[in-house]
């Protein structure tokens, strides 16, 4: 037997207070069919209430879904949010750019496989931020985990148009199927890195700020492994700001694959960012685990949307955003997970730790999508 969720005017509302973490509780609110009630959202600032990135959040979420119920007070410090139906289909929608895509991208992520139609959306803002991971991230790191987890042809991230912060005029296209169950996911054996990849990109500026960038990490990296090749990306643009960045991942015999990145600040040389992100992504991979810590929450969702049966991950230090999701686990759909710390001692010396985080699924069935 399954346990089937049916989205309606739901009785209970969770209640919660702040501006944090709200992009986990509207998509928990979503999957889950729960209403929240969200207060004094900032209700102290100089600028109070929900931030304009915030408000076009809620935007696409009323966009991927149908029938929704949404309130905001005056001042933007209390939200009401009642879930409708995901529905899915082709989507456009324009990202503040405050936040970049990345911020959006996720959601999307873990919302597109319960829908009713395949979602097939175009989102346009900037795809390269400095408090949001990259759109090349979540290709280069997350699309390759999303496959092991959803067998589809049909996943892709397309970049159509670069847009570098704050004034990107980028475009985006991610495509998802639907999925009637998740299968259970073991993810628990590390393996050795093979290779090492990245891309360096440029736009509006001299060419040859990769070069500079690509020097500089893979003065860090050769010392460790000898297969590295960075790819690199020259855009002239016409209405984006000036920046350059580069993303680095390092992939595992069996697949597991850590991601590092770094973009342009203000007076931040290529150099730098080169040593920096490559120093990352070795500390990265020193942590451990088989999924990266930008994206511990997404395999975490979709164990417990999953079968009876057990899954399990290896992950490696929780992030606090991870620590946080998992209490909101336990709001929603009541289920804790069973955390083993793992130690690798050398020397008597603890050198890495790991945790492995085993939960049962509680059968979630997408009822929207249709019999065929």
């Known amino acids: 037997q399954h346990v089937v969720f049916f989205w309606r005017m739901s009785e209970e509302v969770l209640k919660y207070e702040g501006s944090n973490f709200l992009r986990q509780r509207l998509v928990l609110s979503t999957l889950s069919g729960k209403s929240i009630r969200i207060n004094k959202i900032r209700q102290y600032d100089d600028h109070p209430g929900l931030k304009e990135s915030e408000a076009n959040l809620i935007r696409l979420l009323d966009k991927l879904t149908n029938g929704s119920r949404i309130e905001v007070n005056e001042t933007g410090t209390s939200l009401y949010y ?19 895509i990345g911020y959006y991208l996720e959601v999307v992520i873990m919302l ?70 998740m299968r259970p996911i073991i993810m628990i054996d590390e393996d050795k890195v093979k290779r090492i990849r990245g891309l360096a990109y440029c736009q509006k500026v001299n060419p040859g700020m990769t070069n500079r960038m690509i020097h500089s990490a893979r003065h860090v990296l050769n010392k460790y ?6 790819y ?29 990145e770094g973009c342009s600040m203000s007076s931040v040389l290529p150099e730098d960012i080169g040593k920096d992100t490559a120093l990352r992504l070795i500390q990265e991979i020193v942590t451990g685990g088989c999924v990266d810590s930008v994206c511990q929450t997404i395999p975490l969702l979709f164990t417990v949307l999953g079968y009876h049966d057990v899954s399990k991950i290896r992950l490696g230090h929780l992030t606090s955003y991870t620590v946080e999701f998992l209490r909101h686990m336990k709001d929603f759909f009541q289920v804790v997970f069973k955390i083993d710390s793992n130690f690798e001692i050398v020397d008597n010396e603890i050198e890495r730790e790991s945790v492995i985080l085993t939960s049962v699924g509680i059968g979630y069935s997408n009822v929207c999508k249709p019999n065929k």
């Open 112 to 181: 597109a496989p319960f829908a009713k139609m395949s979602v097939n959306i175009t989102l346009k803002g900037v795809t390269t931020a400095p408090d949001d991971p990259s759109v090349d991230y979540y290709k280069m790191c997350v699309l390759p985990l999303l496959k092991k987890i959803i067998s589809s042809d049909d996943l892709d991230i397309k970049i159509n148009q670069r847009g570098v912060w704050p004034d990107g005029e980028g475009e985006i296209y991610f495509s998802c199927p639907v999925v009637r169950r």
């Open 232 to 260: 690199t990306d020259y855009i002239k643009g016409q209405n984006s700001s000036p920046g350059y960045g580069l993303v680095l991942v390092s992939e595992g015999s069996s697949g597991i694959i850590h991601a590092a």
């Open 82 to 100: 009642n879930p409708g139906l995901l529905q899915g289909g082709k989507i456009e929608h324009d990202c503040n750019k405050q936040r970049g």
């Open 225 to 230: 492994l000898p297969d590295v090749y960075i």
